[in-house]
């Protein structure tokens, strides 16, 4: 069966097609496109409240664009989910109608525990060392999502309005960092084993693709303090130059690393783990399960 995954962040929206194979043992999950537009909706919210008739044009053809690559690949189900900016702006609900009437593609606005939960459904932590407990950290325009698991469960799920473009916009003070730093030092007092971090978005993912590591290999914390020293010290323009970056990445990736460098502190983390797994991912495995409990057709 072919599954498609939406989701619409404060930077970037993305469309998400993967084909699903039920085998004996459990289901494989083969990713067929993956489409990303740089909307940057975080922009016009995280500022204004709302979002512009601009950036509203711009989000229903993205989204025409992929209800037809959707049709193209004979998707047979979709899950779609918008997230920090959408929650933030005021026309978000009657935008995201619009849309609805226009395409037939319904979105939801999400929470920020929903988005955390979303991610954790990737998994990723039962498959690496049961000696350890794991913290999902996912960094995205408007907010941070942590998840944590230990022992084949699910410890906590917290959300915060940490983003890089919040960040950019000067709209995180010191008492949303201490609010952050203060809830995970309480949650790591109860914490027995010891905590590996899982990063997770795009900024991440390009610092992984920089490091040139093999995959499955863990991007220490020293070499992310170097990284953030590094592009610190280099204009936007200078970033996409000479690391190849796309300007919608140059200037986020920046304060992305603050966020997971000074998460990866507050837990005493020494390394991260980058399994290339977002929001889309648990979307689509979300979506799987729904339709399993559900016992719906592996065809339309």
């Known amino acids: 069966m072919i599954l498609a995954a939406i989701d619409i962040g404060s930077n970037a929206a993305r469309l998400l097609i993967t084909e699903v194979s039920e085998t004996e043992k459990k289901p494989v999950f083969e990713k067929l496109n993956l489409v990303r537009v740089p909307l940057r909706l975080g922009f016009d919210v995280f500022e204004k409240k709302e979002i512009s008739e ?3 044009s711009m989000l229903l053809n993205t989204i025409r664009s992929f209800k037809y690559l959707m049709d193209a690949y004979r998707v047979i189900d979709y899950k779609a989910a918008a997230t920090s900016a959408m929650r933030d702006a005021q026309n978000g609900p009657q935008i995201l109608e619009t849309v609805a009437q226009s395409t ?5 606005i999400i929470s920020g525990d929903d988005e955390a939960a979303f991610i954790y459904e990737n998994h990723i932590a039962e498959n690496l060392n049961t000696d350890n407990s794991y913290l999902y950290v996912d960094v995205g325009g408007g907010s941070t999502e942590l998840t ?3 022992d084949n469960k699910l410890l906590f799920k917290k959300s915060f309005n940490i983003g890089t473009i919040r960040l950019i916009k000067n709209q995180v003070t010191e008492a949303h960092w201490d609010q952050m730093k203060d809830f995970l030092k309480k949650e790591m007092r109860s914490m027995v084993k010891h905590l590996t ?3 997770s978005g795009g900024n991440i993912n390009k610092v992984f693709s920089l490091s040139k590591r093999k995959d499955g290999k863990p991007l220490p914390l020293e070499l992310l303090k170097d990284y953030y020293k590094e592009l610190s010290s280099f204009s ?4 996409m130059r000479l690391y190849n970056l796309k300007e919608d990445r140059a200037d986020v990736i920046v304060p992305a690393l603050q ?3 000074n998460v990866m502190r507050w837990i005493d983390a020494d390394e991260i783990f980058v399994p290339k797994i977002g929001l889309a991912d648990g979307l689509i495995q979300a979506l799987y399960r729904e339709r399993q409990a559900k016992g719906l057709p592996a065809v339309a």
């Open 236 to 239: 936007v323009p200078d970033r």
């Open 259 to 261: 966020i997971y460098v």
């Open 104 to 108: 037939g593609i319904r979105i939801e």
């Open 197 to 199: 971090a899982i990063g």
């Open 148 to 150: 944590c698991f230990a």
């Open 54 to 56: 601009m950036k509203t």
